[in-house]
């Protein structure tokens, strides 16, 4: 059995709360009766080992039963959200059965008359462990299908972590949201469940349900400084808050240390293709981490973060494999080194080269977010014959109806020049009203104007 981790969660903490939902608690008892129902309501539909099931849903308690009860019966799942569900990634992940779990928590199912043949389904079947499918956020390009051997995943959950109470914030479909939902239930906490991921629906969560844990993105917490939500809402039992996906602005972090001075904030640090690893801030207002741990292995080659880990994938469905000849996964993530901290400056293939100075777009990002005018900002690098690249920065302002447009170029450039080297204080700044975050708040790299 692949859940015995989680089988002892449901009967030692029986009566106490498992899930939060809709602001309604469902107890570990209920959810252990569910998962069970689910594996035999599994067994009538003929869905058995080795077969690839996308499990399309939001967080809910069917679909978290319905996710267990996959794992425990080791089929290969593929969790996808309603909003990035399509038929394309059920192509590319050649997906036999779809399980959709609607917003009512109701359940159905859908064979889709297709045989999955991939050499890397045929090494899962000869073992028979359970398989995960994470797709990438296709940024770059289309989206690859990253497939895990869920065994060496669920080993870490067998040593004993925090019991908290916890926001499921990262999407059902996200490496980070999946490890969340893991940890928590393995470890005999409560997992909240959010209808929409705004600032005051996560403050309310946190103040309703005596929330102890929040794992999110930089994005998400700038959105929540500048709404204000937390002076409506109260934050005494917040222990900790977690952020990972992108690099922080480093006045965010700032500003976060200086009004939540009761409340741990440390960096994470994950990717679908090797999972999420250990990681330790040096302190709550510092962006230099450890990042590792007993399964893992860390090195740095010509500046880029390089990762080998038990929990890495197998390889992708769609695309070649991306590991050295000694089995090490290159990160593609810039960083730099102090003894055992490291610093992360951001995806090397965002850097800005002006005239052989390397500029990352988070440090000039960190220095626009200080003016009290900008609600949003993302900074790239433009063509330039002379230079090779200039740096821009596009805007989204929080009150853009009232502010003279060319006033604040020039008041911008002013204060980047205050506190930036002149090769990195922007060139052109782009005033916009677009949304720079996608659904998954994170901020979107690629500026379209």
């Not at 899930?19 to 689910?38: C, K, M, N, P, T």
């Not at 794992?71 to 290969?76: D, F, L, N, S, Y």
């Not at 799942?77 to 038929?87: D, G, K, Y």
């Not at 064979?111 to 890397?120: D, E, Q, S």
Request: proline share 4%; aromatic share 8%.
């Amino acid at each position: 059995m692949f859940i015995d981790v989680w089988q002892h969660s449901f009967e030692q903490h029986a009566a106490e709360d498992a899930i939060i939902w809709h602001d309604l608690a469902y107890s570990f008892g209920w959810l252990g009766q569910q998962v069970e129902a689910r594996q035999a309501w599994l067994h009538d539909q003929s869905i058995v080992a080795g077969m690839v099931v996308v499990l399309q849903a939001d967080y809910s308690p069917q679909a978290l039963a319905l996710l267990l009860a996959l794992i425990a019966r080791g089929c290969i799942v593929v969790p996808l959200t309603p909003v990035s569900a399509n038929m394309r990634l059920f192509t590319i992940a050649q997906a036999e059965i779809l399980i959709v779990v609607n917003a009512e928590d109701q359940v159905q199912m859908q064979r889709l008359g297709k045989t999955a043949v991939h050499p890397l389904y045929t090494k899962l079947r000869k073992t028979r462990h359970p398989g995960l499918i994470i797709f990438s956020s296709g940024s770059s390009g289309e989206s690859k299908a990253i497939v895990h051997d869920m065994l060496p995943m669920l080993e870490k959950y067998r040593q004993p972590g925090k019991r908290l109470r916890t926001i499921a914030f990262m999407l059902f479909d996200h490496i980070g949201g999946v490890n969340t939902m893991l940890y928590t239930l393995a470890n005999g906490g409560c997992l909240v469940l959010l209808a929409e991921r705004t600032p005051v629906q996560v403050a309310r969560a946190i103040e309703i349900h005596q929330v102890d844990l929040l794992p999110t993105s930089p994005t998400f917490l700038n959105l929540m400084l500048l709404s204000e939500s937390y002076k409506k809402y109260d934050f005494a039992t917040l222990k900790l808050i977690t952020y990972g996906t992108e690099p922080m602005p480093e006045s965010t972090l700032k500003r976060l240390h200086i009004l939540f001075p009761h409340i741990s904030l440390r960096q994470t640090y994950g990717l679908s293709e090797v999972g999420i690893l250990r990681a330790h801030s040096r302190s709550c207002d510092s962006l230099w981490v450890k990042v590792g741990g007993e399964r893992f292995q860390t090195r740095v080659v010509d500046g880029i973060l390089q990762i080998k880990a038990e929990s890495a994938m197998l390889g992708y469905l769609n695309a070649p494999s991306p590991f050295t000849a000694d089995g090490w996964f290159i990160t593609g993530d810039r960083v730099q080194v102090e003894g055992d901290y490291m610093r992360i400056l951001g995806r090397d293939s965002e850097m800005i080269n002006v005239g052989g100075e390397k500029v990352y777009p988070i440090e000039v990002e960190s220095v626009i977010q200080e003016m009290e005018e900008v609600e949003e900002v993302t900074v790239f690098g433009e063509h330039n014959p002379i230079t090779g690249q200039i740096v821009c920065a596009q805007v989204r302002l929080r009150h853009s109806e009232s502010t003279d447009r060319r006033q604040f170029t020039a008041v911008l450039k002013r204060h980047c020049r205050q506190h930036l080297p002149s090769y990195k204080v922007p060139v052109k700044v782009f005033i916009s009203d677009e949304a720079q975050h996608s659904v998954r708040l994170k901020k979107k790299r690629k500026v379209l104007l």
